[in-house]
């Protein structure tokens, strides 16, 4: 049997625009320069680390307790942001794929570093697709470490090597490969190059694609 991984953000809903809403609008306030391209280095990446690598960026060093109120501030935008997401920022052809596992009875779980999974799947409508949910709340090892997907193959029943990744990151594309699992990369494939296979998006992986990773001749 074959054990299906999500990644969240950048996978299942574009919320790494809204991440990088956030973080910008931190980053100004602290007088950080902060771009599309240093957002890369953040996907896939736990909030506290995120905050570390933007206070390294500025040369910042802070106390624990202003570091947490600034944890507290960029997720309280962020949040501000993903209350008003619904079903239409679902990602091309993710329910798609999602239909096609579940009719086939396919073990699915969401393996994301997010503390904010399960209330945007909920917003989102697609919360019930998924037999367990691994999220930032129980993982202490972020990504590339594989202690998130390991957990998810764990509560599925499925042996690693049967579980196909879908990621969006470097980070959790090093963690899906650490796991002795399958990974896929969605995005870009000059930067996703350590993936097992790459799609710019899910309207490219098409029913024979599919059939092939079930059989595991993919
Ligand atoms: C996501 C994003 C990261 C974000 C992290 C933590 O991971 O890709 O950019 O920093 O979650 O999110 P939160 O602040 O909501 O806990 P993933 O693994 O779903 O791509
Ligand atoms: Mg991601």
Redesign the pocket.
Known sequence: MRGFIF?????IVDT?KYHYLAWKHLADELGITFTEEDNERF??VSRKRCLEILLEMGGMEVSGEQFNRWLHEKNEDYLSHISKMDASEILPDVPRVLDYLRDRNIPMALGSASKNARPILEKVGLLSYFNTIVDGNEVVKAKPDPQVFLLAAERLGVSPNQCVVF???LA?IEAANKAGMQSIGIGDPDILTEADAVFRDFTEIDVDYLRGLLAGSQ
């Open positions: 990644d969240l953000d950048g996978v790494a996907k896939g990621e969006d990151a959790g």
